[in-house]
């Protein structure tokens, strides 16, 4: 029992009778033993648990552009946030489907080897290995494999309005971003906030995670689209 919860315990005992049940003064103990166990995980904790515990999962993005703290410090007119959101699907390693639709539709495909990325308005397909690169890349936040900890070193960052904060910072010097933080709450990320070395900061959040849905065997298996261009990178 820590000191602010045996304070709190004395506070409740010293009201009751001495003459009272003791049966009374065990239930009371009990309540104060038992309040350590409420607090709610820590962000790591949260975090491993639903990098083992999630093998896929789908739902819906926005995500929004920040300006750095650089752009409004030289006094550059500031511009509106550009917003844009779609939706998302990912199993365990490396494959996804992460789909644009507003304000323009695009598509980020990999079937675990290949990268595909098509726009629709220039009705093109960009494909080119997904490598080694997805190992300290932010994708590798929700679709890589379970040794995170290999390429990111992770740090507590607070708790704010129930969600719990962490911060992922690539542990390889030649990546195009900072760190990431993540925000979790019940064992899944709510939101997340990519920093790049520039300072610009791009935030997403998720809305209506559906944790290890059925998908099919062929589910990211990318289909070119018809008379699409091809380019290899």
């Not at 004395?10 to 009778?17: A, K, L, P, Q």
């Not at 103990?29 to 491993?48: V, Y």
């Not at 997403?204 to 995670?209: C, D």
């Amino acid at each position: 029992m820590n000191a602010h919860n045996l304070q709190q315990f004395n506070r409740i005992f010293n009201r009751v009778n001495q003459r009272a049940v003791p049966a009374l003064a065990s239930i009371l103990m009990a309540c104060a033993l038992a309040l350590p166990c409420l607090a709610q995980a820590s962000a790591q904790d949260q975090f491993k648990a639903f990098v083992t515990g999630t093998k896929s999962a789908k739902g819906e993005f926005t995500q929004q552009s920040v300006h750095s703290d650089a752009t409004a410090k030289s006094g550059a007119s500031a511009k509106a946030p550009k917003v844009s959101s779609g939706t998302f699907m990912f199993a365990r390693p490396g494959q996804f489907i992460w789909i644009y639709q507003k304000p323009y539709e695009q598509t980020l495909q990999s079937d675990g080897t290949q990268l595909y990325i098509y726009d629709k308005d220039l009705n093109q397909v960009t494909t080119k290995k997904l490598g080694s690169a997805l190992g300290s890349s932010p994708a590798a936040i929700l679709f890589g494999s379970n040794d995170l900890e290999k390429n990111f070193t992770l740090t507590e960052d607070g708790t704010k309005d129930g969600v719990e904060w962490l911060v992922a910072t690539p542990k390889a010097k030649d990546t195009s971003f900072d760190h990431i933080r993540i925000g979790l709450r019940n064992n899944m990320p709510e939101a997340m906030e990519l920093t790049d070395s520039f300072g610009q900061t791009s935030a997403l959040t998720f809305t209506k995670f559906e944790k290890n849905p059925a998908m099919a065997a062929d589910q990211f298996k990318f289909v070119m689209p018809k008379g699409a261009d091809l380019f290899q990178q």
